[in-house]
């Protein structure tokens, strides 16, 4: 069934393209925390499974963003399919790293530019 997710999305350099030219991005897939995922983990404590959400998502990205989108669970662990264009409005935080560092840096959702100037750097 289609709902509202929050979704962690990674993103490739023509999807970090796209945002900085359209404010929106088209893609079919991101991670949320699903029952399956959940039941999967040992750890209860949201903002843990958040940040371990965010690794996972990320782990061949330099760039994550979280939005909150139309989407359906897959079946698959904490895959989604999300059914719409993710807009930055949408989006609740982006994060980026960089090549010398395997942290996150976050970015709240008013600071599109400083996060697009970041990855773009890369």
């Given amino acids: 069934m289609n709902q509202i997710m929050r979704v962690w999305i990674p993103l490739d350099e023509k999807s970090i393209a796209a945002l900085g030219a359209q404010n929106s991005i088209q893609v079919t897939e991101g991670f949320s925390l699903t ?28 760039a994550v963003i979280v939005a909150n989108v139309a989407a359906i669970e897959t079946g698959h662990s904490a895959t989604v399919q999300i059914q719409q264009p993710v807009a930055a409005q949408d989006v ?31």
């Fill in 35 to 62: 029952q399956q995922w959940l039941a999967e983990c040992d750890e209860d404590d949201p903002e843990i499974l958040e940040d371990d959400l965010l690794y996972e998502s990320g782990a061949h990205s330099m």
């Fill in 92 to 122: 609740v935080a982006f994060f980026a790293r960089s090549s010398l560092d395997e942290d996150f840096s976050w970015f709240g959702p008013s600071e599109i530019h400083n996060f697009l100037e970041l990855v773009q750097r890369q």
